[in-house]
């Protein structure tokens, strides 16, 4: 039969194909430590770092992961890829996990490391972090990785957040409030730049985004049992007034209609570099993408600052990051899968890739950090806030996207898009 | 049925000739199948198994607000791009066919470009497409219609014209498939028809509407059904392009259960979306056949 | 002969118009393709970078994984496609040429198999597949990619059977062939340019597939490029968009190989074709 030869061949025919040469590195595609050691822990881990294509990184990842595997002769660890697709991939990890099949140690994305929570699969690593080491995490990240009985459940080995950029050459003085952003944000289209741009299109990073100005007047998204409660008594004034914000940017003017179809920060970037921009809304690792990319006088003009709030003394922003947890029950796996977090990520591989620590200490620790943008992360992380540790959240952040969409695009008025977000979350809610 | 002589055509049994295609999809797929009706009636999500029978999720599905405005932006979405994959692709393959009997260059050439847009990776859609439809200042596509003075156009951020740009770039990708199938079937008409034709004097129009099209009805008929739902499952390039926004202006269908499936770990509900993609799909192929097909099996 | 040149001139017209449709986009991934970390930033401002660069290709084709996911996404496909147009083959020939009852139903049956949303398909089919064991197996892709792709190639390969006509095959049986050695010997080789187009199109159709690999294949040496071009899409705090465009239009290369030359067996199918008129 034709097509059982074809396949013979075609299985066959891998041989041909070159494999890493790797006989000695400590380092391959699938591996860190000798084949033969005896003990083996399986990791998955993103593409963002020991495996990143960009060169300096993986270099980086490559040494520290060296030492920890040379300190530790007896073990191995075998390497599991995920893509870049964050929602299938922790979906399937989740599958995996439960059909016993799952990795012994797994990076985790800090917005569905409440979910793993729930499911009950995640595995205590106490024997690895102290007491010290915790009460020295940020609060918001104390309270995500921990559980009621203070296990350690999960390590969030880098942080993030949200600022205001600004170029100081149409907006000299920083906004601290909404109607001052606006403003600004006239002016520069006055000046004949763009207004202020964010995320407005349909994705995470929109409803996150803006989420900064709802936790700014002390809005709540769901109550101590995890129940939405984002559209009652307070909490729904403080929405309105949230919503109110952006639209009066758009229809005032001073940010452009194009912001209902920006998904995706390195749009900002872009406009920076194009010289079109004046204020966005953008993440703290920005910073170092805009030093690389634009020319050193007009990166100078560049500054950031806390995100405007409804008054003054009323900030916020949203933090985000990764964190990485232990899924087996042996013990010393655990153990390792911590000391991965300890020795190679929470500390030199946030040095490594200048992002933020999620411990105050680590901050001093590293020359890294010693720019001056550092000190205002480091100021406006005092104002964190977590996305909630509940598994309704993803409906949540959907819902608010499509509400901004239908407001900004002019589709639907702000209090009925706001009960069709919530009728759409509570009848998931219901069902969870 | 007409009595046939015992070995001539029409007469034999077809069992053992479909056997090998049914055994496959008993093998690998009848059970999946059956399961995802079995989950459609089930309260199971991605991280919790079906406890028991329920009909709460087919009842929350069908008496969802959003639906009526996502089944009709899919039942927009796919008509459109059902009518205008089929006349590009139409329209190039009959162009190229005509020029490799005239032995003009570049026909294969061109016939790969489009088959290449085809296989370019789901993700480099995003790429290319968000810089194109790009509405900053320095967007190409503005960039190039204030060249003549027009524009700009608000590709993305104006709901109705995100539809039109999903189609668009819709149309980049899917033509190649379009293309393929009527190749293939104006290949497989007889060309001594064209030369009876030309022998009478009949114009390229007479000899389109008289011989070519009544004569690839068969593959119109066939190739609006595999469009219409591979259409109907279409959900990645609206994904990259504008993740289903402005709010919910090109929410699909498929996109929709990717979302209650990926965001919202919503299995019973997925299933329940899968069951409705799967009927109307259904429905559509029985109305193309019975338009286009009528009196051939 | 005027009419005709001027009808050779519209087709280079229209070709023409639709060549610039279906290029720009091209030009745009070369374009992020050819850049250098910091100017992929520079979104569509720029259309020809400052600093061109080759190095993107360089580092994607001396990376050897990225070859071993190139040949896993060749070797999934092809032989997914081959086993769908291997099933597909008699079970066309048979709507083509038996009378049954029932045609329309098992015609249509058929093509109800590509209507079920892979979405949800997935997680019965990872658990099946898993009961089987047949997980992390090649076969397992193969065997969803044939079943997913049959349906498809019976449609097409029938429209491809319909067209010949039935006198030269009874003739054959006349002079006593079975019918399988009919099917053999007159009818595929008529067929050729029907079952080339119909394996391209399951080829292709495999070779852009995410999920399925992405469910059953959980070693990423496995992984076929469709899957694995995902690890190129990222870096926290550097730009990896470059190396992601370059990844992609290498990716499209074999796809494209295997279409040319399949293209010569349409074209010679035609020459085959033209005899019996």
């Known amino acids: 039969m034709k097509p059982t030869l074809l396949m013979a061949a075609l299985a066959a025919a891998p041989a041909l194909v070159p494999l890493p040469a790797a006989a000695q590195d400590l380092v391959t595609r699938n591996r860190v430590g000798l084949a033969d050691a005896p003990n083996t822990l399986t990791f998955r881990l993103t593409a963002y770092d020991l495996y990143s294509s960009d060169p300096a990184t993986s270099e980086a990842f490559e040494d520290l992961f060296s030492d920890f595997i040379e300190a530790r002769p007896d073990w191995k660890i075998e390497t599991q890829l995920q893509t870049g697709n964050i929602g299938q991939e922790q979906a399937r990890l989740l599958q995996q996990t439960q059909a016993g099949r799952g990795p012994d140690c797994a990076m985790i994305d800090s917005s569905r490391l409440a979910l793993f929570k729930d499911t009950g699969v995640l595995q205590p690593m106490d024997m690895v972090f102290s007491e010290d080491d915790v009460a020295d995490l940020f609060p918001y990240v104390r309270e995500a990785v921990t559980n009621e009985a203070g296990e350690v459940l999960a390590w969030w080995w880098f942080t993030d957040l949200r600022v205001l950029y600004r170029d100081t050459s149409v907006v000299p003085e920083a906004p601290q409030t909404w109607a001052e952003a606006q403003e600004a944000g006239l002016a520069a289209v006055e000046a004949g730049r763009e207004g202020l741009l964010f995320n407005g299109g349909r994705w995470e990073g929109t409803a996150f985004d803006w989420l900064a100005n709802f936790w700014a007047q002390g809005g709540e998204l769901v109550d101590a049992d995890g129940a939405p409660v984002f559209a009652e008594g307070e909490n729904r004034e403080k929405m309105l007034a949230a919503i109110a914000y952006y639209q009066n940017l758009v229809e005032s003017g ?81 153990r390792l899968c911590g000391e991965i977090v300890k020795e190679i990520y929470a500390g030199p ?59 900004l695009s002019g589709t639907a008025e702000p209090e009925e898009a706001l009960d069709a977000a919530a009728a759409a979350v509570q009848a998931a809610y219901d069902r969870q | 049925m007409r009595p046939a002589p015992d070995r001539g055509p029409g007469a034999a049994h077809p069992a053992p000739w479909l056997l090998p295609a049914v055994l496959v999809l008993a093998a690998f797929y009848a059970v999946p199948v059956l399961d995802v009706a079995r989950l459609a009636v089930s309260d199971a999500t991605l991280v919790r198994p079906a406890s028991g029978f329920s009909t709460q999720a087919l009842r929350a599905i069908l008496t969802d607000p959003a639906l009526p405005q996502v089944l009709g932006t899919t039942l927009l979405f796919v008509a459109v791009n059902v009518v205008a994959l089929q006349l590009l692709g139409l329209l190039i393959a009959l162009t190229i066919a005509r020029g490799e009997r005239r032995g003009l260059h570049g026909m294969a050439a061109f016939r790969t470009l489009v088959l290449a847009a085809w ?54 990708q899917g033509t190649a498939f379009s293309m393929i199938v009527f190749y293939a079937a104006r290949r497989g008409i007889d060309p001594t028809l064209y030369e009876v034709a030309a022998l009478d004097g009949a114009g390229p129009w007479r000899v389109f509407t008289a011989i070519t099209l009544p004569l690839l009805r068969r593959a119109i008929a066939v190739n609006t059904v595999l469009v219409s739902v591979q259409t109907l499952n279409t959900f990645d390039s609206i994904l990259a392009l504008t993740g289903g926004g402005p709010g919910r202006a090109t929410e699909v269908l498929s996109l929709f259960t990717f979302n209650t499936v990926f965001y919202n770990l919503d299995l019973a509900g997925g299933a329940v979306l899968a069951l409705l993609l799967f009927v109307i799909g259904m429905g559509m192929t029985l109305a193309v056949l019975a338009a286009g097909g009528r009196g051939e099996a | 002969m005027s009419r005709a040149r001027l009808g050779d001139l519209a087709s280079y017209l229209l070709l023409g118009v639709l060549a610039v449709f279906f290029a720009v986009p091209f030009a745009w991934l070369v374009s992020l393709a ?92 990872y658990r099946w597949m898993s009961a089987l064991g047949l997980l992390n197996r090649d076969l397992s892709v193969i065997a969803v990619y044939g079943a997913l792709g049959m349906p498809l190639a019976v449609w097409l390969l029938k429209i491809a059977f319909d067209a010949i006509p039935k006198e030269l095959e009874e003739a054959a049986s006349m ?103």
């Open chain 3, 34 to 125: 050819i850049r250098t970390p910091a100017e992929v930033y520079r979104g569509a401002a720029r259309f020809i970078p400052e600093a061109p660069t080759l190095d993107n290709f360089r580092t994607i084709l001396s990376d050897p994984a990225f070859l071993i996911y190139l040949w896993n996404g060749l070797k999934l496909s092809t032989a997914g496609a081959a086993l769908a147009v291997a099933l597909a083959i008699p079970a066309a020939y048979a709507c083509s040429r038996i009378d049954f009852r029932g045609k329309a139903a098992v015609l249509l049956g058929l093509l109800a198999v590509q209507m079920i949303s892979p979405l949800v398909l997935l997680v019965p089919l």
């Open chain 2, 119 to 172: 296989v370019v990776p789901g993700i480099a859609n995003g790429l290319i497409w968000s810089m194109l439809f790009d509405e900053a200042p320095y967007g190409t596509l503005n960039s190039l219609l204030a060249y003549v003075g027009a524009g700009p156009v608000a590709w993305l951020s104006d709901p109705r014209m995100a539809l039109v740009s999903a189609v668009i770039a819709n149309l980049w």
């Open chain 3, 175 to 277: 002079d006593g062939a079975s019918r399988p050695r009919t099917l053999a010997l007159i009818t595929l080789p008529l067929a050729r340019s029907g079952i080339a187009s119909a394996f391209i199109l399951a080829m292709v159709m495999n070779w852009s597939q995410f999920l399925i690999p992405f469910i059953l294949l959980e070693r990423d040496a496995d992984w076929p490029i469709s899957v694995a071009i995902f690890n190129f899409a990222g870096s926290i705090s550097a730009s990896t968009t470059q190396l992601l465009a370059a990844a992609c239009l290498i990716a499209v290369l074999p796809a494209v190989a295997v279409f040319v030359a399949l293209q010569r067996m349409i074209v010679t199918a035609l020459i085959a074709g033209a005899v019996k008129g």
């Open chain 1, 254 to 334: 001073a940010s452009p209609r194009r912001v209902t179809a920006i998904d995706d920060y390195d749009a900002f970037t872009a406009a920076a570099a194009a010289g079109t921009a004046s204020m966005f809304v953008g993440g703290n690792w920005q910073y170092g993408q805009l030093r690389a990319t634009l020319p050193e006088e007009q990166f100078a003009n560049w500054a950031v600052s806390e995100l405007p709030g409804p008054a003054p003394d009323q900030r916020a922003t949203g933090t985000g990051g990764w964190t990485i947890a232990a899924l087996s029950e042996d013990e010393e796996k655990r």
């Open chain 1, 349 to 407: 591989g946030n040095a490594a890739q200048g992002l933020l620590p999620t411990s105050a200490a680590i901050y001093d620790q590293y020359d890294a950090y010693d720019g001056a943008e550092y000190d205002l992360f480091a100021e406006a992380l005092e104002n964190g806030v977590a996305r909630p540790g509940a598994a309704i959240y993803p409906e949540i952040s959907n819902q608010i996207q499509i509400m901004l969409g239908n407001v």
